[in-house]
Structures are given as C-alpha cells and as structure tokens.
C-alpha cells in the first residue's frame, strides 16, 4: 500500500480534507494516510517530524484552494512566502526527496503559476493536477485513488531503496575512531562510537559514544530517531568503566545516503560524510 501525506490549510480547505481524509482511510487503510494533526505526537519537533513523514511517504497530496498561498487581510506578505510556513515546508521536503506531487484544485481552484511561488516549490506550477469537487465527489474521490494506485505501482522498486538492503552492521574508521551502525528487522537500530589513546606502550583508554533508537528510510533520505545515548570510559589500567547517559529529549537525525554494493554513505546536514562498509548480515 502507498503511503500517502496529505498537505493543506486548515483555514483554506480544512472541511474539505476532513471528508478527504475520511475516503482515503477507507480505501487505503488508515496506517498509510498521514495528516498534521493525526501523525504527530505530543511533545516532539514539529517541523522535523512533518519532514521525516513527508520525505518517507510514496505521494503528497497538495490540496489547493482558493487561499492556499495564505493571503492575509491584515498583511501584505503571504504565508507561503514565509521560510517557516508550513505547507512550503511540506511542498519543498517532498519535492527535494522526488516523493510523487499530485496538486488537487479544490471547487475549481487555480494551480498557481511559478511567478506567484518561492523557487524551492515553483515546480508544483509545472505539474499536472486533478480536480476535486464537491458537486462530482464520488467521480473525483475514484479519479484521486486511482492517480495514487498509478504513481505508486510506477514508482515502485525504482527509486525507493529497500529497507532490507540496509539490514546487518556497517562499519566505518576515521581518525582513529571505528564507527558501527546497526539496522535491524524491526526498524530499531544502535550505534557505536569507539576511540582509543593510548596512555604508554602498553595500555590504553577507551572512550565509547553510543546511541540508539528507530529509523526509516525515505528514497535518498535517511531518518534516525534517538532515544538513548551513553558515553563510557575505559582505562585498560583499571578493571572499572565510567559509564555516563546523556539524558536528553527525544532527537531527530537526517542523512542523505547512497547504497550500493556493500558500502553505504551518510551525509550529514553539513555536506559531511562519511562511508561505511557492510560486515554482517542481519541477525534478528
């Protein structure tokens, strides 16, 4: 089943998405239809999570009406032209991933033309929309399900990666540091940082950075959600560790990657990155 995000204004086309959203769950199953106000938990980064749920989904549903670049009456600046506004986020995530567009032009709505949008989404311009209507519904509702089933059989196995090519321990060594990932089945996965110094000819401190959590992976995106990290201090010297945990709130990580063969490259939000080589296979 696709996964399907669905982008709007509450103020523009809110009714209109709720029944929308209602059809859409019927046909499609409600674990694979994504809102703002149904996906996101409590106490979690807004935007990093609307970014994580966009670039991992299979198609973004824009629906478009007649207010949807947010003109304010008391305002001459438009929401859609606002770095932080919401839709453009959504819009420019998906777009940036290559995640499947489909503009839908709510009662005859306009798509508007590359002039009127920020670069980073002029492209929605340019991409063919389909109508929703309230006096056609049901003709439409079939038309839309139909246009996801298409993109989604046509984007399949091609520029999605598949989550099991990532699954077993990859290993990296920079500086002196081995760093090692592990992807498991369920969709957890740890990570290991290791240094060592060495203190005379014969002994040595070990200093450990470990985190763990969950991850998903998008086309080109990778998304690690970290629930726990520890630093630990080894001195061979001495039979007892130093162990520390970084208490700390829920963090999100993001990294481009490429997959292929048995080496896979992370690449950090810096441009850094960093190539590790797959060593084991997956264990449970």
């Known amino acids: 089943m696709p996964r399907i995000f669905i982008s709007y204004r509450r103020d523009d086309t809110g009714s209109i998405v709720d029944a929308l959203d209602h059809e859409l769950v019927v046909t499609f199953g409600h674990n694979h239809v994504y809102r703002d106000i149904r996906s996101v938990q409590p106490g979690v980064d807004w935007h990093l999570a609307i970014e994580r749920i966009v670039t991992s989904s299979d198609i973004l549903l824009a629906v478009l009406g007649s207010n949807w670049v947010g003109r304010d009456l008391h305002s001459e600046r438009r929401r859609i032209d606002r770095r932080d506004d919401t839709v453009r986020m959504e819009v420019a995530a998906a777009l940036s991933a290559r995640v499947v567009v489909l503009p839908l032009r709510v009662n005859g709505a306009a798509v508007p033309s590359a002039r009127e949008l920020p670069l980073e989404v002029a492209k929605l311009s340019r991409l063919n929309a389909v109508q929703l209507r309230a006096d056609h519904w049901r003709q439409d509702i079939v038309n839309i399900a139909n246009h996801i089933r298409q993109s989604a059989r046509s984007t399949s196995g091609s520029s999605a990666p598949r989550t099991s090519a990532l699954l077993g321990d990859w290993m990296a060594q920079e500086l002196g540091v081995v760093f090692t990932y592990t992807f498991n089945r369920d969709g957890t996965y740890s990570f290991l940082g290791v240094a060592q110094t060495r203190t005379s ?23 690690l959600t970290q629930f726990r990290s520890t630093v630990s201090v080894i001195d061979h010297r001495f ?7 970084r208490p700390q709130a829920l ?18 939000a810096d441009g850094q990155g960093c190539t590790y080589l797959h060593v084991l296979g997956p264990m449970h």
Not at 206 to 223: F, K, N, P, V
């Open 251 to 268: 963090r999100e990580l993001r990294f481009k990657f490429r997959l292929a063969d048995d080496r896979l490259t992370l690449i950090d």
């Open 239 to 245: 039979p007892q560790r130093s162990t520390h945990d």
């Open 201 to 223: 000819s014969v002994s040595a401190v070990d200093c450990e950075t470990s985190h763990e959590g969950e991850y998903e992976l998008g086309r080109d995106i990778l998304h």
